[in-house]
């Protein structure tokens, strides 16, 4: 049965500081891995990442795929009240998009 | 359009009676997909329309659940029969195709009462 573990489950932190929200998968036909972020209702994308050890950036953002450890990171440096969010990882098994369960992020001021 | 949009936003409904959901997909995306999504937990994938037909259906929890793109755009979620366990957030999502990129619509809070 397909699986995916995204850990914490929650985190507070304080705004400068850097997180590293985890994201474990087991799924069958494997064929990218998603990150999204889901402030209030609609889950906004941020990253696709395909291959092994190829780091995705955006801005403060970063995301990196580990294809035989099936994993993913998502990091965030330098974090903003704006950064407080719910971030969902969700593996693509066979052009379905299976999702975790998300880390709840809350960056206080 | 401009993003995807679903109505309404939010429906409060009785137990026992039917509800439709309406999602508007960005326009010329071929793919469409429906999810739920309970408190606390991630999206739930319900059913994936390719143009106007239901390619993935298995997702539907049962036979009260029902969806249609009868024009290979506009897509309705039909549930007959409510129940208190229906109550979620219902997103709909489209994308250019079956590889591209999925993007959400704002969703509908569904309580059943």
């Known amino acids: 049965e397909d699986k995916v573990v995204q850990s914490p489950l929650s985190l507070v932190v304080h705004e400068g500081d850097t997180v590293t929200l985890n994201c474990s998968y087991e799924?069958?036909?494997?064929?990218?891995l998603l990150w999204y972020k889901q402030e209030k209702k609609a889950p906004t994308f941020l990253f696709m990442l395909t291959s092994s050890g190829i780091e995705k950036k955006s801005g403060r953002l970063s995301s990196i795929l580990d294809k035989k450890e099936l994993f993913s990171i998502l990091n965030i440096t330098a974090t903003q009240t704006g950064d407080s969010a719910i971030y969902l990882c969700a593996p693509d098994s066979n052009y379905q998009l299976i999702w975790g369960a998300g880390t709840k992020l809350i960056i206080k001021p | 359009g401009a993003g995807v949009s679903q109505t309404p936003s939010n429906k409060v409904t009785e137990k026992g009676k039917y509800v439709e959901l309406r999602c508007d997909p960005i326009?010329?995306?071929?793919?469409l997909y429906w999810y739920r999504q309970s408190l606390g937990q991630g999206p739930e994938f319900l059913i994936y329309f390719q143009g106007t037909g239901a390619a993935d259906d298995s997702g539907l929890p049962n036979d009260r659940f029902f969806a249609v793109r009868p024009e290979g755009s506009v897509s309705t979620l039909k549930i007959q029969r409510t129940e208190r366990g229906d109550s979620a957030v219902y997103l709909c999502?489209?994308?250019?195709?079956?590889?591209?990129?999925?993007?959400f619509g704002p969703g509908t809070r569904l309580t059943v009462l």
């Open positions: 799924v069958t036909n494997f064929r990218s």
């Open positions: 326009s010329g995306h071929t793919a």
């Open positions: 999502a489209s994308a250019a195709g079956r590889t591209d990129t999925q993007y």
